[in-house]
């Protein structure tokens, strides 16, 4: 059972980044999955969930209007775009799965990909 984030780089202010989420050994029919970040010296914290059985999203104030998760089961994969991108946006984002409830809650999250680095700088 595998996560593999993908698609983190350097990028300028305002601008945009796809972040891409491979899941292996498993398909993505958990009840949810999600995305999160990490910045230096800060906790965890959510950034979006995709409900799999309704495709229904969540996301936190600060990111609503700017991220979009989806999903593409042929390829079980899933996506974050993020736009307008701005330097506290810098951190490692990481995707994970629950198999309890769609949530914005890291701990109820299971499984767990390895992180990709997300800087935004000019």
């Known amino acids: 059972v595998q996560l593999q984030a993908s698609g983190g780089g350097l990028v300028q202010p305002g601008g945009s980044l796809r972040l891409s989420c491979a899941a292996s050994?498993?398909?993505?029919?958990?009840?949810?999955i999600g995305w999160f970040r990490q910045a230096p010296g800060k906790e965890r914290e959510a950034v979006s969930c995709l409900s799999t059985n309704n495709d229904i999203t969540y996301y936190p104030d600060f990111v609503k209007g700017r991220f979009t998760i989806s999903s593409d089961n042929a390829k079980n994969t899933v996506y974050l775009q993020m736009n307008s991108l701005a330097p506290e946006d810098t951190a490692i984002y990481y995707c994970?799965?629950?198999?309890?409830?769609?949530?914005?809650?890291?701990?109820?999250?299971?499984?767990w990909g390895q992180g990709t680095l997300v800087t935004v700088s000019s």
């Open positions: 050994g498993f398909t993505l029919d958990r009840p949810a």
């Open positions: 994970a799965v629950t198999v309890l409830h769609p949530t914005l809650l890291p701990g109820f999250y299971t499984f």
